[in-house]
């Protein structure tokens, strides 16, 4: 695919439940998916699908209601619908567990379709993402975050070992030594 912003086109669709998808495919090897944020579209992966697709099987497709992908007015386009889109894309390009990529909204659709519609996936990885969450967090989570904040030594050690997912509405600390979401956050991927 070129990287030139003028010439990228999408070749192939995909029919969902939601509407037509505009999708593509490059390279040959463990699959990856690239799911881009709003207001944009799958032309934001246009310098990194080609590199990655000279190891991996890459994926790259527009969301629901963007760029080559079916929209129209009063067209639902919420967190919730690009994850279930991302979910049946999954299951129709046949991929068992791939590597999701979400970028700002993306982000969101790749842990809605992997925590809530059952995306398996290999790895994930979330670039400046949208993540929502509970205002207030698990029990657990708290006392762990008192805790840890208490002192600048050991707010430092925190973040050598652990992944802070941050977006436009906050910043939420997942430990390495505990990777589970409590069901109060989930909650906030069904808007």
Not at 2 to 27: K, N, Y
Not at 58 to 69: E, I, N, R, T, W
Not at 136 to 150: I, K, M, V, W, Y
Request: hydrophobic content about 40%; proline content about 6%.
């Amino acid at each position: 695919m070129p990287t030139d912003p003028s010439a990228w086109t999408l070749t192939r669709r995909a029919a969902t439940s939601r509407g037509e998808i505009a999708w593509d495919v490059l390279g040959d090897g463990p699959p990856v998916v690239l799911v881009h944020g709003t207001p944009s579209r799958s032309l934001l992966w246009r310098n990194v699908a080609p590199t990655l697709a000279e190891r991996f099987t890459v994926y790259v497709f527009d969301l629901l209601g963007f760029g080559q992908s079916e929209r129209h007015e009063d067209q639902e386009v919420s967190v919730r619908v690009h994850g279930e889109v991302l979910a049946e894309l999954a299951g129709a390009w046949g991929l068992d567990a791939p590597a999701l990529i979400g970028h700002d909204i993306g982000g969101a659709a790749v842990l809605r379709a992997h925590l809530l519609e059952g995306t398996a996936a290999r790895r994930i990885a979330l670039v400046d993402a949208v993540v929502l969450f509970a205002s207030s967090p698990c029990p657990s989570t708290q006392t762990n975050e008192t805790s840890l904040a208490s002192s600048s030594t050991n707010a430092k050690r925190r973040s050598q070992r652990s992944l802070f997912l941050t977006g436009p509405f906050g910043v939420r600390h997942l430990s390495s030594r505990r990777h589970r979401i409590c069901q109060p956050s989930l909650k906030h991927f069904s808007m």
